[in-house]
């Protein structure tokens, strides 16, 4: 008898990155984009599988002894940094959650909802505060202390105000995820607690 955990068939992720690897080709083809990363050492995927990449639900379309291929439409690269990508930059990792995982950060669907912009970077020893700059009418998804997605990495939302709010990212997330080479200026992938867009969504209908 197989006794290996089941992975859930509506994918969800936690937000906790198991791996940071580059993308080691991209290949346009009309519209569509096909990203090539290297496969951490330890994995064993299976085409058809779903992948967070940089908080990107992904799926995986070819699977090489040192890399995998996942591949993109329109509508994605219209909504996320996917389009902005180049070989050679690294990307967050995640594997779907399966049913008897620990989820350590919070459930994360890898549908990104738009993107943001680091306005502001404060070093607080050895961790670090960033200002993100989002479309001030995603305010209503936003409390402080809330959850949030940032390039597929759970984190703690800090002060929201309007069109911005703040993270705290410790040094292990600095280390283990690409949101330590963030800089002022640059773009990240964001998606708001599933929670409370069903609360934003069910306000929004009592109110009509």
């Known amino acids: 008898m197989n006794h290996t955990p089941e992975r859930i068939s509506t994918t969800m992720f936690t937000g906790i990155i198991s791996a940071v690897q580059p993308i080691v080709q991209i290949d346009d083809a009309g519209e569509i984009r096909r990203c090539t990363i290297q496969l951490p050492h330890d994995w064993k995927l299976s085409v058809g599988e779903s992948i967070n990449v940089d908080g990107v639900c992904s799926t995986v379309v070819a699977v090489g002894s040192a890399q995998f291929t996942v591949e993109y439409i329109p509508e994605t690269l219209r909504v996320t940094t996917l389009k902005q990508k180049a070989q050679n930059d690294v990307v967050n990792l995640e594997r779907s959650l399966r049913l008897n995982d620990l989820v350590s950060g919070h459930l994360v669907t890898g549908h990104v909802d738009t993107t943001g912009i680091v306005e502001a970077i404060h070093e607080e020893g050895e961790s670090r505060i960033l200002m993100i700059v989002h479309p001030a009418i995603n305010a209503r998804f936003l409390i402080s202390k809330g959850s949030i997605a940032v390039n ?13 709010f703040s993270v705290a990212i410790i040094p292990h997330t600095l280390e283990q995820t690409n949101i330590g080479q963030c800089h002022v200026g640059s773009v990240v992938n964001l998606e708001y607690d599933m929670l409370a867009k069903y609360v934003a969504q069910q306000i929004s209908h009592g109110s009509t």
Do not use: A, M, R
């Open 152 to 164: 597929g990495v759970s984190l703690t939302v800090i002060d929201p105000e309007g069109d911005h």
